[in-house]
């Protein structure tokens, strides 16, 4: 079954990942939160205790390679400790439809791609998370940025920081991706500009790149 929290749809069946509607819809999907929910609140009894007292935890996340102190709810998304519970706040990630179905989220963790709006932050201890910011800056960007500059591939750019992680993800997994095996992995992402052409030739100039001996970061 497809991963409600991984924007690809799933290779083998070739369907679409499941929407967060559909998740949550879902009382098995529900109940699969409500337990991750528990086991995370439960993971030491301090934080179990902290949760029940205050109604905060407090957590340790890895974020671009760098441990980060986190006080949230239980409840709070990856996506609303990115923006709004780390130092410096991490804004790269987009709070778009913030229900599953729009890829503008999209991080990575522990090298999975993922809908941080779909993930709570509490799941995400001792994993490592890799937000759009992790992967270059303005100054040094990588190869999949400097694509994406290159070819036009944004418009209002909201969606950009989730294609840009979908497309590391994407050439990761599958060097040799033709065009139709490319939009099948980005199908998880929307774009309401219709920038998709520019973005599937950002796509093919980083992997050509990367391919002719650019680099790979
Ligand atoms: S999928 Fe998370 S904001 Fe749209
Ligand atoms: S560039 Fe505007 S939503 Fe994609």
Known sequence: MADPQDPRPDKD???PALSRRSFLKGAG?????????????????????AATLSGTVELELTINGQAKKVTCEPRTT???AL??????ALTGA??????????????????????SCLTLAVQCKGKEVTTVE???????????????CAKDGMM???????????????LDRNPD?????????????????????HVFDAVQAAQAARKAGGQDR
């Open 13 to 15: 069946a070739k369907v």
């Open 29 to 49: 999907g529900v109940a699969a939160a409500t337990g991750v929910l528990q086991g995370a609140v439960q993971a030491t009894p301090q934080e179990g205790r």
């Open 78 to 80: 990856l996506l609303s």
């Open 83 to 88: 923006r709004d519970r780390v130092e410096p």
């Open 94 to 115: 987009k709070p778009v439809c913030d229900m599953g179905s729009c890829g503008a989220c999209t991080v990575m963790v522990d090298g999975k791609p993922t809908y």
């Open 134 to 148: 992790g992967f270059g800056t303005p100054e040094n960007m990588s190869d999949v940025q400097e694509a994406f």
């Open 156 to 170: 209002c750019g909201f969606c950009t920081p989730g294609f840009v992680v979908a497309t590391h993800a994407c």
């Open 177 to 197: 991706a033709d065009l139709d095996e490319i939009k099948f992995e980005l199908s998880g992402n929307l774009c309401r500009c219709g920038t998709y052409p």
